[in-house]
T-cell receptor
Framework: KQEVTQIPAALSVPEGENLVLNCSFT??????LQWFRQDPGKGLTSLLL?????REQTSGRLNASLDKSSGRSTLYIAASQPGDSATYLC??????????FGEGTQLTVNP | EAQVTQNPRYLITVTGKKLTVTCSQN?????MSWYRQDPGLGLRQIYY???????DKGDVPEGYKVSRKEKRNFPLILESPSPNQTSLYFC???????????????FGSGTQLSVL
């Protein structure tokens, strides 16, 4: 059974700092990995999707990498801002119709 | 505006009283899915649908029903709710094109359900 772990569970950083969020999964047989952002009282927003054949994806200040062989992904956030404060979740797709989520990392960026 | 709409946002009910949480999307997506989110357990899939009249169980389907009579709607039905179904529920959708499952998932804003 696929398991997804995110470390740390919570992270607090000063504004402007570059940071890395970690995601690990137990089964490397995946179609893709997605990083989501969840704001309180709102749904999840897909940030980046990395297909199993890809190594990384970039969007603005966000960069996500995928190492299938080691079962790891990282989300790099450059020059963090208070508006980046949210919970970040990663999810892997072990089959076309299913997603397995991690519990998330709660990020606080202090002004 | 492209969106997934869930209703209601908040619901308090009592054990055994049937309820329906509605989900509607305006993006002509074939794939729709329901999740529940619980502290310490994360998001878990309840049911999903690949198209009209096609539904299948996720990881935690017990106590839930769904239907997909129209492409845009995917209601979640709790025939006899129990307190252990108190949770935050999310509906999601995506395209089912040639690149599926490599399509981004769009989520609704969530329904907070409390069963007393």
């Amino acid at each position: 059974k696929q398991e997804v772990t995110q470390i740390p569970a919570a992270l607090s950083v000063p504004e402007g700092e570059n940071l890395v969020l970690n995601c690990s999964f137990t089964d490397s047989a995946i179609y893709n990995l997605q990083w989501f952002r969840q704001d309180p009282g709102k749904g999840l927003t897909s940030l980046l999707l990395i297909q199993s054949s890809q190594r990384e994806q970039t969007s603005g200040r966000l960069n996500a990498s995928l190492d299938k062989s080691s079962g790891r992904s990282t989300l790099y956030i450059a020059a963090s801002q208070p508006g980046d404060s949210a919970t970040y979740l990663c999810a892997v797709s072990p089959s076309g119709s299913r997603l397995t989520f991690g519990e998330g990392t709660q990020l606080t960026v202090n002004p | 505006e492209a969106q997934v709409t869930q209703n209601p946002r908040y619901l308090i009910t009592v054990t055994g009283k049937k309820l329906t949480v509605t989900c509607s999307q305006n993006m002509n997506h074939e794939y729709m899915s329901w999740y529940r989110q619980d502290p310490g357990l994360g998001l878990r899939q309840i049911y999903y649908s690949m198209n009209v009249e096609v539904t299948d169980k996720g990881d935690v389907p017990e106590g839930y029903k769904v239907s997909r009579k129209e492409k845009r709607n995917f209601p979640l039905i709790l025939e006899s709710p129990s307190p252990n179904q108190t949770s935050l529920y999310f509906c999601a959708s995506s395209l089912l094109g040639d690149s599926f499952p490599n399509e981004k998932l769009f989520f609704g804003s969530g329904t907070q359900l409390s069963v007393l």
